[in-house]
């Protein structure tokens, strides 16, 4: 019995883990982005820059025992001309400075 359980939760704490962010590359189309994650939960565009966002609703294993609490995780995906140029956590901040109009703030 406690095999079983402790398999049982092993397996709830590694499928927690998976994140359908893991499927991003930099160079990839916004179609191929949108086909890979779904589609955003939110849109900025200046000029010939994009950025997709994206809130990632996870469940962690110890959030089944304390009632159902999900962790919310903020994603970005800064595509320049249609192809990804940076993505990853946290929100991007609109800027009036070159290069970019976008700057992607890292969750801490």
Not at 31 to 48: F, H, K, L, T, W
Not at 63 to 92: A, M, W
């Amino acid at each position: 019995m406690k095999t079983i359980l402790f398999a049982l939760l092993s397996i709830l704490v590694l499928s927690s883990c998976a994140s359908k962010m893991a499927g991003l590359r930099e160079g990839q189309t916004r179609a191929q982005v949108i086909s890979a994650v779904g589609p955003p939960d939110g849109y900025q565009r200046s000029g010939e820059y994009e950025v997709l966002l994206y809130i990632e609703r996870r469940t962690n294993a110890w959030s089944y025992f304390s009632g159902g609490i999900q962790d919310l995780t903020d994603y970005s995906v800064i595509l320049k001309d249609d192809h990804v140029v940076e993505y990853g956590p946290g929100r991007t901040h609109r800027r009036d400075a070159d290069p970019t109009p976008f700057i992607r703030v890292p969750v801490r």
